[in-house]
Structure formats: C-alpha cells, structure tokens
C-alpha cells in the first residue's frame, strides 16, 4: 500500500553529495522521489525527511531501484519532470523508538 503524500526530502549520497527531493509517494518499503537530476541505478543513499504531522526526522539507508518521468501540465502547456524509486534497506537513529511512536499509531491520512 503506497499513500500519495507531498513533502521535502535531504539525500545524502558519498558520490552525489546532498541534495533536495520532494517525495511523491511512500510506503513500508520505499519511496518514491521528484529530483532535478535523478541518481544512478544502484546507487545507496542515505535520506532524511520528516512524515508529515510527526516532531520526529526519520532518517533512512535506500538504494534507487527505478527511474521515472512524471508527465504534467501547467495550464495549457505540457511539463515534465524525473524522479526515482527507492527501496529502504535500513532505518537509522532511535530505530526502536521511532517505529514505537509512528508506525504503530493511527492517524488521518487527508
């Protein structure tokens, strides 16, 4: 189950440095991210954002498993932009404490 929701994302990666996503989607088991200039295939980043509605970062290990083109208008003109997918291999920083306080607690999602 993926929910659609929009929000800023840090991604660090040793080759790539820092740079900002905005995330289009997620799920239990990845991400999936509009950046200006899309990473490899392959490539292990770490990445760090907030779930909307919680105080707490969550910081994350993922590796980019697919590239995308999100087609769009702007009024009557077509745009385009790219993205990637990410899957998470590992979740970083009071694991425990987070996955306790978030992930088990209902909320609304719209």
Known sequence: ???????????????????????RNIS???????MHEPLP???????????PDERTELCMRAEVKHHYCFNYNVGEQAAATRGIGLRFLELLEDSEDY????FTRRRNIH
């Open 41 to 51: 295939l392959g490539t292990v980043v770490t990445i760090r954002f907030s779930i």
């Open 99 to 102: 996955r306790q306080t978030t």
């Open 28 to 34: 239990s088991t990845g991400i999936g991210l509009e």
């Open 1 to 23: 189950m993926r929910f659609d929701k929009t929000f800023q994302v840090t991604v660090f990666s040793e080759l790539f440095g820092e740079m900002r996503a905005i995330a």
